[in-house]
Structure formats: structure tokens, C-alpha cells
């Protein structure tokens, strides 16, 4: 039997071994021009063979069919292109891929079939941009840029211009004179296929999500479009200039507040308010600009707020009953109901007590800690329980114990046990004798009744031969 099985295991190994080799000939085959119908027919045999093809080996399947299809169409006008695709020339491939001019169009994607690594590239940088990985973004950005003259790649970044759209912004927020380097005619480049005016469309309908960190960076791009457009003689839109006002007003509103919030703890009180007056005139002149304002209004709202709040805790600068009003009316002036409510809350408590410290809460988290502990002591009782009799118990009590909550074979197991310590003891046969009885082992339970039996006509006939001798004496 076991010559037979080691006989079909000897089989099973030597069939996969050659159908192992069978598929690396496929592949040597398959890096070649020349033999690439070859390797195809091939292919073909072994699939009808083996009755299909695993994961691993579809993934070679596909790439070849597709090396055979860019062969048929590309081969005659770029055999040195063709050559390195067959061959997997990763890297040759890469510094030749600019010369594939005309669009691919369904053709490109089996590129990636071919080259797994050219679609991770992508794929790594459109995750780096998401995840806001600055420097990944420039990476892959470097990477990938043979892709975008090549105008085939569209088709692959279909419904994905709003993303082309943050690497600039992401790279200006790290290093906002980046766009002054090589980079920026780089990016012109990149640029260059896409339409300026869906870029810009794509821009503006994302530029309400943007976040408050973006703003910087989101003024440069907006020069940038703007560049751009009046570079390719195309006039920006009247949405586009009136973001681009909106940023700008922000980036040096966000300025003057980054400089007066550095220094708020010098700031004389005069000046103080002198500021805040300033501050609101910002406020005021958004009035009359025709854009979306009311993001920017609620972080500046959000940034006063901070500021007043932030009076409380400043010995040096002590506010007077008389200043406090001032600044009471100053606030009124602002058209901005939320901003009234919230800052006069604010300003009306700086003369009372600091807030309250909340209450500990150590009790609290203690007596949780402990129900927590007690149910998964409760829990495992059962278990602790068990491994306590099986340790500490003596046999005789465990066998017991055992025997009446109806673990009966359980309790036989520590009789038997007490018997091989104490083989000559009539009561634990009797015992065992009635266990085997319980249990319906009859016939087992007649062999212990007679070895009790016997042990206890040796011990009778022992005790009347020890009296005897007893009277004797």
C-alpha cells in the first residue's frame, strides 16, 4: 500500500515538474518576435491539456496575446519598440515609449498587460496625491511624465482631470517656488494635452471643497492657469479671475493675521483695537466682490474668535470695562449675525471666572474598570474552577465529585487510577464494580464484584489466622 502511494506521488510530482517546464518554454518563447506565434500555439496546447490555466499563468496568457496584437499593429513601423515589449525591457522601454506618437487609444491599456510596473506607477501616484504624500507626489510626478505626451493616456485617465489638478497645488504648499524650477515647464508639459479651459472648469468646481491649508497653494495654481491660458492665447473666465481675487484677498488677509497673532501678547491696547478695526474692513470689502464668500468669512470669523479668546489668558494685555464696550460696538458694526452672537459671548466673559475644570472622573473609571474585570472573571470561573480540581482535589473526592454530577467515565478514570496505586483494597474493586454498572458494563462490573469478593474472604481468613495466633500466645 505504502509503495503504491509513494508510486502516485512520484507520478504527481513528475507531471507538474514537466508541466513547469513546459510553461517556461512558453515564455522563452514568448520573448521573441520571431517565435511569439509559436509560443501562442503552444499556449494553446497546454490550456487544452492541463483543462484551464491558474491565476498566475493568466496573467502570462494575457500579456502574451497582447504582445502578439501590438506586434501585428506596431511591428512593421517600430521594430526596435517591439522588440524591447516582447523582451519585457522594462526600462529600455520606458526611455522609448516617446516615440509611440499617435494615439493608442484601447491599444494602450495592453500595454499595461505587458509592463504591471508602468500601471503601479500610476496607480502609486494617484494614491500619493490622495494621501497627500508630498514628496511621492514629485516622485511619481517624474516618473510618469513620458506618459503625458503621449495624447493615447486619456483614454486611461478618463474622469480623473480633477486630480491632475492637485499635484501642483500639494507641491506649492511644500515648496512654493518649486513652480519657478524645471518642474513648472515640466508641468506645462503635462499640461499641454489636456484642455486648459476643462482643467480650469475641473478647478473651479472643486474649489469649494478645498481646505483651509490649500488656500496658499490653490493661489499659486490659479496664477498658474491664469499663465497658462494667456500663454496659449485663451482668455480666463470671469469665475476663474474672481477666485483667484478671492485667494488673494485671503493670502494677505492670512498674512496680516499670522503677523498679528505671532505678536498678540506685545500688541499695546490702542493698537489692539486699531487692528480690529482693520480686521472688519476685510470683512466690510467682501461685500463687493460677486464671488463665494461665505468660507472664507466663516474662518475668519473662526481666526477672531481664537483671538478674543485668547485675552483671557494674556496678563499683559488687561482690558477695561470702557474697552471691552468699544470693542462691543466695534463687533455690532459687522453685518454678520453669527459672528455678533459667537464673539459677543466671548468678549461679555472675560471679566468672569475661567471655565470651570471638569469634574475627574477617576471613580468613575474605576468602578467601570472593575464590573469589566468581575464579568470576565465570571466568565472564566467555570474554566478556573475545573483546573483547580483536576490540580489540588485528592483522587477519591475528584472520583466522586465526578461520578454524581454525571461524568461517569470520568470518574472511572480516577477510580482506575486509585486502583493502580492501591491494587489490594476490596472497597475501591466495589466502588469501580458499581461504576461499570452505572455505566452498563456488566460484564466488567462481575470481574470487580469477584476480585472484592475474593480480596475480602483473603482479608477474613488473614484477620481469624492473626486472632488465633493472638490466643495462642
Given amino acids: 500500500m505504502i509503495r503504491k502511494f509513494l508510486t502516485f506521488l512520484f507520478i504527481c510530482i513528475f507531471s507538474f515538474g514537466l508541466a513547469q517546464v513546459r510553461i517556461d518554454r512558453i515564455e522563452s518563447l514568448s520573448k521573441s518576435p520571431q517565435t511569439i506565434e509559436k509560443a501562442v ?29 501590438l506586434l501585428e499593429k506596431y511591428g512593421d513601423r ?54 497627500k504624500d ?68 475641473s478647478f473651479t468646481a472643486q474649489f469649494s471643497n478645498l481646505d483651509e491649508t490649500d488656500y496658499i497653494a490653490a493661489l499659486k495654481f490659479s496664477e498658474f492657469l491664469i499663465e497658462g491660458l494667456n500663454k ?30 505671532q505678536n498678540f501678547s506685545n500688541i499695546p491696547n490702542e493698537i489692539l483695537a486699531k487692528k480690529l478695526i482693520e480686521l472688519t474692513n476685510y470683512l466690510e470689502s467682501w461685500e463687493n466682490l460677486k464671488i463665494k464668500r461665505e468660507r472664507l468669512k466663516n474662518q475668519m470669523i473662526s481666526m477672531l474668535s481664537e483671538l478674543a479668546i485668547r485675552t483671557q489668558f494674556i496678563d499683559k494685555v488687561n482690558l477695561k470695562e470702557t474697552e471691552l464696550e468699544t470693542l462691543k460696538k466695534l463687533i455690532s458694526n459687522i453685518n454678520t449675525p453669527e459672528f455678533v452672537t459667537k464673539l459677543s459671548l466671548i468678549l461679555s466673559s472675560l471679566s468672569k471666572a475661567p471655565a470651570r475644570v471638569p469634574e475627574r472622573t477617576d471613580s468613575k473609571d474605576r468602578d467601570h474598570n472593575f464590573r469589566k474585570l468581575l464579568k470576565l472573571f465570571l466568565v472564566f470561573l467555570p ?49 469501580l464494580a458499581a461504576m461499570y454498572e452505572k455505566l452498563g458494563m456488566i460484564d466488567q462490573a462481575r470481574i470487580e464484584y469477584k476480585i472484592a469478593m475474593r480480596l475480602l474472604e483473603n482479608l477474613e481468613t488473614k484477620t481469624r489466622r492473626v486472632k488465633h495466633e493472638n490466643s495462642n500466645f
Fill in 232 to 261: 496659449k492665447g485663451e482668455a480666463p473666465n470671469n469665475e476663474l479671475i474672481g477666485i483667484y481675487a478671492e485667494l488673494s484677498l485671503y493670502f494677505s488677509l492670512e498674512k496680516s493675521l499670522y503677523a498679528f497673532a
Fill in 41 to 69: 500555439e503552444e499556449l494553446i496546447k497546454y490550456i487544452v491539456q492541463n483543462r484551464g490555466l491558474s491565476k498566475e499563468e493568466e496573467v502570462f496568457a494575457c500579456a502574451l496575446y497582447s504582445k502578439r496584437r
Fill in 383 to 431: 474554566f478556573i474552577l475545573f483546573v483547580v480540581i483536576l490540580t489540588f482535589l485528592p483522587l477519591r473526592l475528584k472520583a466522586n465529585l465526578f461520578g454524581r454530577i454525571g461524568f461517569k467515565k470520568m470518574a472511572l478514570y480516577f477510580f482506575r487510577k486509585m486502583l493502580k496505586k492501591n491494587p489490594s483494597s476490596p472497597t475501591l474493586h466495589a466502588e
Fill in 134 to 201: 508630498y514628496e511621492k507626489v514629485k516622485e511619481k510626478l517624474k516618473r510618469v511624465k513620458y506618459l503625458w505626451k503621449i495624447p493615447g493616456y486619456n483614454s486611461f485617465f478618463e474622469n480623473r482631470s480633477d486630480l491632475l489638478v492637485y499635484p501642483v497645488m500639494l507641491i506649492t504648499l511644500e515648496d512654493p517656488t518649486l513652480l519657478d524650477t524645471d518642474l513648472k515647464r515640466f508641468l506645462y508639459g503635462v499640461f499641454s494635452s489636456v484642455d486648459f479651459l476643462t482643467l480650469e472648469r
Fill in 78 to 131: 517600430y521594430p526596435e519598440l517591439m522588440d524591447l515589449i516582447t523582451r519585457e525591457d522594462w526600462e529600455n522601454f520606458r526611455k522609448k515609449l516617446l516615440i509611440l506618437k499617435e494615439s493608442l487609444d484601447e491599444d494602450f491599456k495592453l500595454v499595461f498587460n505587458i509592463f504591471p510596473q508602468l500601471k503601479i506607477d500610476i496607480d502609486d501616484l494617484f494614491h500619493s496625491i490622495d494621501n
